[in-house]
């Protein structure tokens, strides 16, 4: 098992950034390869990010390339997605997840997700 907490969400203005992060425990946390989706009303569950176990690899959503950045610490258990220059159709509840296998653009290819953290961006 692997329990997966967020924080760090919140309210901000178009252009403003926050930092979300994910605190694992459970299984040895530099085994899984993680990634972040979100959802916003009304929508399917999407892909955002994601970053190999190393920390070397990391994949990202078009529309997020170049705004977002993911990261790792597993000394700390912990992801990261900083999110920079926010528009308000980023505004969705961010979850963080763990993969099992499968392709990582496929929510179905995580096995063990968080609980999630609502960003709102106003504009």
């Known amino acids: 098992q692997v329990q997966l907490v967020e924080s760090g969400g919140g309210l901000v203005q178009a252009g403003g950034s926050l930092r979300l992060s994910c605190a694992a425990s459970?299984?040895?946390?530099?085994?899984?390869?993680m990634g972040w989706f979100r959802q916003a009303p009304g929508k399917e569950r999407e892909f955002v990010a994601a970053?190999?176990?190393?920390?070397?690899?990391?994949y990202y959503e078009d529309s997020v390339k170049g705004r977002f950045t993911i990261s790792r610490d597993n000394a700390k258990n912990t992801v990261y997605l900083q999110m920079n220059s926010l528009k308000p159709e980023d505004t969705a509840v961010y979850s963080c997840a763990a993969r099992g296998s499968g392709g990582y653009l496929y929510s179905s290819s995580y096995v063990y997700w968080g609980q999630g953290t609502q960003v709102t961006v106003s504009s």
């Open positions: 459970g299984r040895t946390f530099s085994n899984w390869v």
């Open positions: 970053i190999s176990w190393s920390g070397i690899s990391t």
